[in-house]
């Protein structure tokens, strides 16, 4: 079984692991056979799932139901649940709700913010909740950052995401999310931090990336800048699958046009 020791290994040792997110219990299971270390239920089943325009419409019933499902295809794969848009407003939403993922199947809950986010985090942690953060396009914002553009591109924002990067460590976090921040922003904060960084959008030099499993299958519409569609030079789903890990582990994905400098 992947945890979270062996995923703070492969960062020591240099080498890269592989996420991806998932929905239900078939695909789970093919996600598990195709070697994929890690499955978030990501609150994108939004988008993908209930054809919604963003995120926030998720409810924690809605992100329980799914990551009953992915659990109960998995043994191996370390299985993080997105908590979805106002759920950890406080820290005692944060407990509540998270209590709720955790007992359904989660190993580790993310959630999407910085410096905010930090008593919440360390009081999670310090009651047995592993935390992954979410940093830099933030989803569940959208409408606050005005649509899906890249963060930190200029140096206040860039320095305002390491910062927050750095707290979430601090109190607790044991992974860390960057999406659609420039490569040199998630490489420095990936060398900096000791715990595990996993892109999306954010460049080749993270510990690990993660992508939508129906982007890489070419089903979500319009495939974002970021992803590849594995189907296309595959004639199964888990060839698919398995040749996104194995060009995540020998950095061959991402290329330059799947980010910014
Ligand atoms: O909801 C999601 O799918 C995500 C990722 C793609 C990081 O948060």
Redesign the pocket.
């Known amino acids: 079984m992947v945890t979270i020791t062996d995923l703070n290994k492969m960062k020591t040792r240099g080498e890269k692991f592989t996420a991806l997110?998932a929905y239900d219990y078939s695909f789970a299971k093919i996600i598990e056979s195709a070697g994929i270390e890690i499955i978030?239920i990501?609150?994108?089943?939004g988008n993908v799932c209930q054809g919604h325009q963003t995120?926030i419409p998720v409810s924690i019933g809605d992100m329980v139901y799914h990551t009953a499902s992915v659990s109960r295809g998995v043994k191996e794969t370390f299985v993080i649940a997105?908590m979805p848009f106002l759920s950890y407003g406080t820290t005692q939403n944060a407990l509540k709700n998270s209590s709720k993922l955790m007992q359904n199947g989660a190993k580790m809950v993310?959630l999407?913010g910085g410096h905010w986010l930090s008593e919440t985090v360390y009081q999670m942690s310090e009651r047995g909740i592993p935390v992954c953060g979410?940093l830099g396009l933030t989803?569940q914002s959208v409408h606050k950052l005005g649509g899906y553009a890249i963060q930190g591109a200029d140096s206040k924002a860039a320095d305002k995401i390491f910062s927050d990067a750095m707290t979430l460590e601090q109190a607790g976090a044991q992974l860390l999310?960057v999406?659609c921040i420039p490569s040199s922003l998630s490489k420095l904060i990936t060398k900096k931090l000791q715990i595990p960084v996993?892109g999306?959008g954010a460049g080749p030099c993270t510990d690990a990336q993660?992508?939508?499993l129906y982007d890489i299958l070419g089903i979500s519409g319009q495939i974002p800048r970021f992803a590849r569609n594995f189907l296309l030079d595959n004639n199964s789903i888990i060839s698919a699958l398995k040749n996104y890990a194995s060009a995540v582990r020998n950095s061959t994905f991402p290329t330059s046009e799947h980010f910014v400098e």
Do not use: A
């Open positions: 997110t978030l990501g609150d994108s089943l995120t997105d993310k999407e979410h989803p999310v999406e996993i999306i993660i992508l939508v």
